[in-house]
């Protein structure tokens, strides 16, 4: 059974970080691609950002640009995402999921971040 | 990167069928066969009902099928069942390595 397991979510003030984990389990972790997906309170889903097998493409959403790194670790079976410069449309559930291209066959259960003073 | 455009809502009875559609443009939806569909219970992670246009993934029912016309991709849901009430999400591959979803349709069935 596929398990992707979101972490680091939490409560921060607008222009702090926080680092999102992806822990994943069940899949071949180094042949996918990966993407963070987020979900604004009772809003739609947008997709952030996403990261090649080998860490060597990444690509994000214009909105966070220059401001949120993605990045994995193929040894740990972990998809990250380094979040900076936050600001209150930041806040939302942060998914992980596995990308085929893009077709998200696999996701986790979601980790909130609020950004707020 | 702009939002796929779909419709707020829309409704149907038990046993009916209803579309919902998700219109972009030349540069998303209209050029590439890379469209899939998201079914979202409330509270719940998003689940994967579509891909390629029209593909199935396994253990999805085969009352769910999907096409496209040109910018517009469009999701058929048929013999609408109580546990379809759910929010729906379009997807497309949009160039450059960037993903763009759709504002989201929230179905309810009657």
């Known amino acids: 059974e596929v398990q992707l397991v979101e972490s680091g979510g939490g409560l921060v003030q607008p222009g702090g970080s926080l680092r999102l984990s992806c822990a994943a389990s069940g899949l071949t972790f180094s042949s996918y691609w990966m993407s963070w997906v987020r979900q604004a309170p009772g809003k739609g889903l947008e997709w952030v950002a996403n990261?090649?097998?080998?860490?060597?493409?990444?690509y994000y959403v214009d909105s966070v640009k220059g401001r949120f790194t993605i990045s994995r670790d193929n040894a740990k079976n972990s998809v990250y995402l380094q979040m900076n410069s936050l600001r209150a449309e930041d806040t939302a559930v942060y998914y992980c999921a596995s990308d085929g291209g893009p077709l998200f066959d696999n996701w986790g259960q979601g980790t909130l971040v609020t950004v707020s003073s | 990167q702009s939002a796929l455009t779909q419709p707020a809502s829309v409704s149907g009875s038990p046993g009916q069928s209803i579309t919902i559609s998700c219109t972009g443009t030349?540069?998303?939806?209209?050029?590439?066969?890379?469209v899939s569909w998201y079914q979202q219970h409330p509270g719940k992670a998003p689940k994967l009902m579509i891909y390629e246009v029209s593909k199935r993934p396994s253990g999805v029912s085969n009352r769910f099928s999907g096409s496209k016309s040109g910018n517009t991709a469009s999701l058929a849901i048929s013999g609408l069942q109580a546990e379809d009430e759910a929010d729906y999400y379009c997807?497309?591959?949009?160039?450059?390595?960037?993903?763009?979803f759709g504002g989201g349709t929230k179905l309810t069935v009657l």
């Open positions: 990261i090649k097998q080998d860490g060597s493409e990444k």
């Open positions: 030349s540069s998303d939806v209209g050029s590439y066969n890379r």
């Open positions: 997807c497309s591959y949009a160039g450059s390595g960037t993903v763009v």
